[in-house]
């Protein structure tokens, strides 16, 4: 069995160690002591619900496929952790050509950690397809251009910097439908791309964990902290009743399908990731909670019927209608409540300086979309060069080109 399958032994382990070793090094000469790092006991249950939700949840979501599960949660950690660290190298550099001025400490983590989810979702979209080598360099890339993005939106869009960073679904989303659609098609006769019982069973727990938590991670850098928990916590429930009820809806003979309690109930949290801070009413939460479950639902019947085939998007894990749509609404929800709050403040007597209002708005929603696109389309084009060892098509969704499985090799 092992003859068949390419080992990555002079690849892996030593990107790994060059990474870990460029890491510790400016770890070593940039980051202060521990005891001069300002910390608030009251930050850290909230980073930990952001951590638990990045590994834990995000790692069990991904456990779509019946063969694939392995890879799923142990290529998500092992991206996590090198990412941060990652993450965090980039800010400091950010930091040297001042370009940003936030100093290392607990919020750089919590901020590393959410920058994270573009990568996680990113690698929901090529889920199966990309080896260990491609999936560490696309979060490398994927990194460096969501915080040249991040820049942008702020410096030169006026985008407050702890909303840059809500924009980490609509980047990772997009970006990885731009790099899954560079990756050749698996062949018609494949059926590794299946999910079971099983793998359904254990990517509704990581759904759970994302949805519980997920109040934490719109909230976690926001200056009206309980405002952001509340909208975020009315929208998810919105959006989970909603996606129960659609889903009976729309199946052929009325039963509940996981598939859409797998994506939709995830939509409200999506959807508020922009909103949430500003949001004053309870009830356009749960409208948009009610209408992100809609988009969803509805968006996967559409997309995978009619755009996926033509387009040759190969979305393994659904990560367009679950945060790529959602996530658009939500864009287009604050240009909305931004515009009204704003116009009803001055009493609509201040027209331009509504319309710049809308300008930088759209400007930065359209900014990270573009910006994903076509960088993920590079990154995609890179990811499938002979040095980076890509997978053929049919060794795709399959554990055990990675993995050893010693149950195989006695006979059971």
Known sequence: MPSRYLSFRCSVPWLLLLLQALFLSRAFFAFPRADDINFSSSFYPVFQDVNHMVIFGFGFFLMVLRRYGYSSTGFNFLLIVLGVQFSVLVEDLLLLLRIQY?????????????????VVISA???????????????????????HVSRCINSKYLEVPENL?????????????LAVTSRFPEPPPGLDKNRSSPKSELFSVLGTVFVWMFWPSFNSVLAESQFQAMLSTYLALAVSAVAAFMLSALTSKDGKFR??????????????????????????????????GSVISILGSHCLQRCFNPPLKLQDTSGVHFTFGLPAVLGAVAAVVLRVVQKGISEQWSDL????????????????????????????????????????????????QFYWEFPHLSVGF
């Open 102 to 118: 936030s100093e290392f400490g607990v919020e750089s983590l919590a901020r590393a950690v959410m920058s994270m989810t573009a």
């Open 124 to 146: 929901g979209a090529v889920l199966g397809k990309a080896n260990p080598v491609q999936l560490i360099v696309m979060s490398l890339v994927e990194l460096i251009l969501f």
């Open 258 to 291: 996981m598939a859409h309690i797998h994506s939709a109930v995830l939509a409200g949290g999506v959807t508020m990731s922009f909103t949430a801070i500003i949001i004053k009413h309870p009830w356009i939460a749960m409208i948009l909670g009610l209408l």
């Open 164 to 176: 840059t960073l809500m924009h980490v679904h609509l980047f990772g989303a997009y970006f990885g």
């Open 352 to 399: 331009p300086s509504l319309g710049y209002l809308i300008f930088l708005e759209v400007g930065a929603f359209c900014q990270t979309i573009s910006t994903a696109l076509i960088t993920g389309l590079i990154t995609g084009l890179i990811l499938n060069i002979k040095l980076l060892k890509a997978v053929h098509v049919s060794k795709y969704f399959d554990d």
